[in-house]
């Protein structure tokens, strides 16, 4: 009877080891939160990890934030853009937020664009571009 209590503290000591490792991973592939300061970086992006960019935006005046040129293909987008106002004043400006993912390994260029799409002909007002290293 001894000899199963031993064996009992053997398998939890290994199941704590072992979620503790698996945590320490999973918390190393985290979501990389990007802001307009972050421009014109290089970001190093792992499979299946989340790359979250906040810009700013204002839907009332007719702009909007848009992937300029398609996505390279190592990467994906993951649902909608979120807007999140920064007051509830009419007319008042927010933030948008865009996640993407690492879809297989490669590296482009991701371009946003800040524009009017009933004005396609005019240069968009602000861009946003990173290069994704997905490994």
Not at 14 to 35: D, E, N, T, Y
Not at 36 to 41: F, H, I, Q, R, V
Not at 75 to 95: D, F, M, N, R, V
Request: proline content about 6%; overall charge neutral.
């Amino acid at each position: 009877m001894n000899h199963y209590r031993h064996v009992a503290a053997g398998m939890l000591a290994f199941a704590i080891v072992a979620s503790l490792a698996l945590s320490g991973c999973s918390s190393a592939s985290g979501p990389i939160v990007l802001s307009e300061k972050d421009a014109g970086s290089v970001q190093q992006l792992a499979v299946g990890q989340r790359l979250e960019i906040t810009l700013e935006a204002n839907p009332t005046t007719g702009y909007q934030w848009a992937v300029d040129g398609g996505l390279p293909p190592c990467i994906e987008q993951i649902g909608e853009p979120e807007y999140k106002a920064q007051s509830s004043a009419i007319g008042g400006g927010g933030t948008e937020t865009w996640t993407f993912a690492g879809k297989s390994a490669g590296q482009g260029d991701l371009k946003l664009k800040y524009w009017r799409s009933f004005e396609p002909t005019v240069p968009p007002v602000k861009t946003f571009s990173v290069t994704v290293h997905v490994k």
